[in-house]
T-cell receptor, first 113, second 110 residues
C-alpha cells in the first residue's frame, strides 16, 4: 500500500561513477518531483515533471537528469558523481490539477566517497 | 524566483506551551502555502496547508495564518507535546514549483 516508493534506500559510491535512483507512485498522480536535502536539512526542489512539461531548477547541474518511462515513474540519473552530491534525495508526487499536496517517498541517502 | 525565509531555525518550548514559526515569501504569484513536519530519518509529511484566498485555517492543535499583503504566514501549535518535536518546513508554491523554507527544529521539553 506504499504510496511513493524509492530504491535504493542507501547508496554508497565513488566519485566519478554514474548512478540512478528509482521512484514509483501508485496514487495516480500526474506530477512528480525530485528534491535534494543536504546535511543542513535544506530541502531544495530539483525537478518537477508531468506528462507535458519538465521544469528544471536552474541551479541543478546538467549531470542530473530525470527520466520518466511512464506516468507512475520518475527516475533520477546522476553522471560523474561528486562529493557535494552526497545528500538525501526525496521523490514526491501530487495531483497537480486537483490538489497541490505533495506525498514524499522515504528518501535515498546517497554518499559519495 | 521565489524566496522563502523561515524563523526561527531552532525553537525549544515546555510541554503544554505554544510554538509559533513564521515564514515570509517574495513572489506575489504564490497561492499555496503548505507546512510539513519531518521527524528524524523520516520523510516530510504535510500537516496543514492554506491557499491564498483564505486567511486562517485550523486543525485541532495546529493553525496557520496568512497575510497576503505582508507576504507572510505562520504556523501555530498549541498545547505542545513531546511527539511534536521535529523539523518543520514551510513552503510557497505557484503550482508547479515548490520553494521550501530552511526549516525549524522544534524541541518540546517534557
Amino acid at each position: 500500500d506504499t504510496a511513493v516508493s524509492q530504491t535504493p534506500k542507501y547508496l554508497v559510491t565513488q566519485m566519478g561513477n554514474d548512478k540512478s535512483i528509482k521512484c514509483e507512485q501508485n496514487l495516480g498522480h500526474d506530477t512528480m518531483y525530485w528534491y535534494k536535502q543536504d546535511s543542513k536539512k535544506f530541502l531544495k526542489i530539483m525537478f518537477s515533471y508531468n506528462n507535458k512539461e519538465l521544469i528544471i531548477n536552474e541551479t541543478v547541474p546538467n549531470r542530473f537528469s530525470p527520466k520518466s518511462p511512464d506516468k507512475a515513474h520518475l527516475n533520477l540519473h546522476i553522471n560523474s558523481l561528486e562529493l557535494g552530491d552526497s545528500a538525501v534525495y526525496f521523490c514526491a508526487s501530487s495531483h497537480g490539477t486537483v490538489s497541490y499536496e505533495q506525498y514524499f517517498g522515504p528518501g535515498t541517502r546517497l554518499t559519495v566517497t | 524566483g521565489e524566496n522563502v525565509e523561515q524563523h526561527p531555525s531552532t525553537l525549544s518550548v515546555q510541554e503544554g506551551d505554544s510554538a509559533v514559526i513564521k515564514c515570509t515569501y517574495s513572489d506575489s504569484a504564490s497561492n499555496y502555502f503548505p507546512w510539513y513536519k519531518q521527524e528524524l530519518g523520516k520523510r516530510p509529511q504535510l500537516i496543514i496547508d492554506i491557499r491564498s484566498n483564505v486567511g486562517e485555517k485550523k486543525d485541532q492543535r495546529i493553525a496557520v495564518t496568512l497575510n497576503k499583503t505582508a507576504k507572510h504566514f505562520s504556523l501555530h501549535i498549541t498545547e505542545t507535546q513531546p511527539e511534536d518535536s521535529a523539523v518543520y518546513f514551510c513552503a510557497a508554491s505557484t503550482g508547479n514549483q515548490f520553494y521550501f523554507g530552511t526549516g525549524t527544529s522544534l524541541t518540546v521539553i517534557p
